[in-house]
């Protein structure tokens, strides 16, 4: 079976989310990165790297979009069978995703990705529609959604880049997602009132949230060029993890209008590059003062500024609950299913 390199420049093959395109190998930070190939044959394989031994990363991987396998990388280098025994003169297409989100108490955790062994021929990938990137906390990296009903762990394995509604959307409407997503980061400060975990900071930056030597050397402090990758939609679903510092400090009203400047704060950055996209922001659950992100918005309107949108998803309920109160999997189809049918309107065929 031959072996390619998996670089930018490797014909017929396709790379999912942010990263250095310099670095070798490449480094899969955030949830749902990862590459894609189109295969007439009947085995593949990809060798991946865990640098380190903890936190333990897991992947999917997808056969024309259906999920066939899930896997935990092992610390070191090894070969891991994508598909194996398939029909050899069936074409599909070869997805395989990192599930789990970046984890910035370990920056050195990461995987890295060498090579592709395949029997078979790699074949021109179809376009995507469109391009929509998704900005968020622990909703949108999929926490807790594979789990156990009310299940309290808090392991990586129970995360899910593919069971989360932002993939769905997604699917529903040919878009390439992109996800930058961060358990208990918020817009102005964390679900423990720290300001410096917010996801506004690094937004310009490869991989923002992750600082220390092993993380810059392969590229997460660099700036990220938002015209290699043109978003059509930019989705924003944060101000959550904020109602949550505030309720540990007790200090709402007080601090709404930080909360709200901080919201306006992203939609300019976000704006400023990505001028030709539609800002979506996707508002808190009722009880995580969804006003103060829908006050940003109108001011961002009223700034002149066209293309922002205010979504609502229902709230979800205990009887939606995965892990550590976080909603399942069945949550997140209708959730992505609602999404993806009010995207569906507003992108061109």
């Known amino acids: 079976m031959p072996t390619i390199s998996v670089t930018p420049q490797t014909p017929n093959l396709r790379l999912l989310g942010r990263m250095d395109p310099e670095q070798r190998p490449l480094a899969l930070d955030w949830t749902g990165s990862g590459l894609e190939v189109r295969l007439r044959g009947s085995d593949i394989?990809?060798?991946?790297?865990?640098?380190?031994?903890?936190?333990?990363?897991?992947?999917?991987?997808?056969?024309?979009?259906?999920?066939?396998?899930?896997?935990?990388?092992?610390?070191?280098?090894?070969?891991?069978?994508?598909?194996?025994?398939?029909?050899a003169e069936r074409e599909r297409t070869i997805t395989l995703m990192k599930e789990?989100?970046?984890?910035?108490?370990?920056?050195?955790?990461?995987?890295?990705?060498?090579?592709?062994?395949?029997?078979?021929?790699?074949?021109?990938?179809?376009?995507?529609?469109?391009?929509?990137?998704?900005?968020?906390?622990?909703?949108t990296s999929g926490e807790g959604t594979l789990a156990p009903r009310d299940n309290q762990e808090w392991i990586s394995a129970?995360?899910?880049?593919?069971?989360?509604?932002?993939?769905?959307?997604?699917?529903?409407?040919?878009?390439?997602?992109?996800?930058?997503?961060?358990s208990g980061f918020g817009v102005a400060w964390d679900c423990e009132h720290n300001p410096e975990r917010n996801m506004v900071d690094g937004y310009e930056k490869i991989a923002g949230v992750l600082f220390g030597e092993k993380a810059e050397q392969r590229g997460c402090q660099k700036a990220y060029d938002f015209a290699s990758w043109p978003a059509d939609v930019v989705c924003i679903r944060l101000a959550t993890n904020d109602s949550g510092g505030m309720n540990l400090l007790r200090s709402f009203p007080a601090d709404g209008p930080a909360v709200t400047a901080a919201c306006l704060r992203l939609i300019r950055v976000v704006r400023k590059n990505n001028p030709g996209a539609s800002i979506v922001w996707i508002l808190p659950d009722s009880?995580?003062?969804?006003?103060?992100?829908?006050?940003?918005?109108?001011?961002?309107?009223?700034?002149?500024?066209?293309?922002?949108?205010?979504?609502?998803?229902?709230?979800?309920?205990?009887?939606?609950?995965?892990?550590r109160s976080h909603p399942n999997a069945a949550w997140n189809q209708k959730a992505g299913n609602l999404l993806g049918a009010w995207l569906r309107e507003m992108l061109p065929e």
């Open 45 to 87: 394989w990809a060798e991946l790297e865990a640098p380190a031994a903890s936190p333990i990363f897991w992947m999917i991987v997808l056969a024309d979009g259906c999920p066939i396998g899930r896997f935990p990388v092992e610390p070191g280098i090894r070969f891991y069978p994508l598909i194996i025994g398939m029909e």
């Open 100 to 139: 789990t989100q970046c984890m910035p108490g370990s920056p050195d955790g990461t995987i890295l990705v060498h090579s592709l062994r395949y029997a078979g021929e790699l074949l021109p990938l179809a376009p995507y529609a469109h391009r929509i990137e998704f900005i968020g906390d622990s909703l």
């Open 158 to 182: 129970w995360f899910s880049a593919r069971a989360n509604y932002a993939y769905i959307a997604a699917r529903m409407v040919n878009a390439e997602p992109r996800i930058l997503s961060q």
């Open 287 to 323: 009880h995580c003062h969804p006003e103060l992100a829908r006050a940003a918005v109108e001011q961002a309107r009223a700034e002149g500024l066209e293309d922002i949108y205010a979504f609502t998803l229902p709230d979800y309920t205990p009887e939606d609950y995965g892990a």
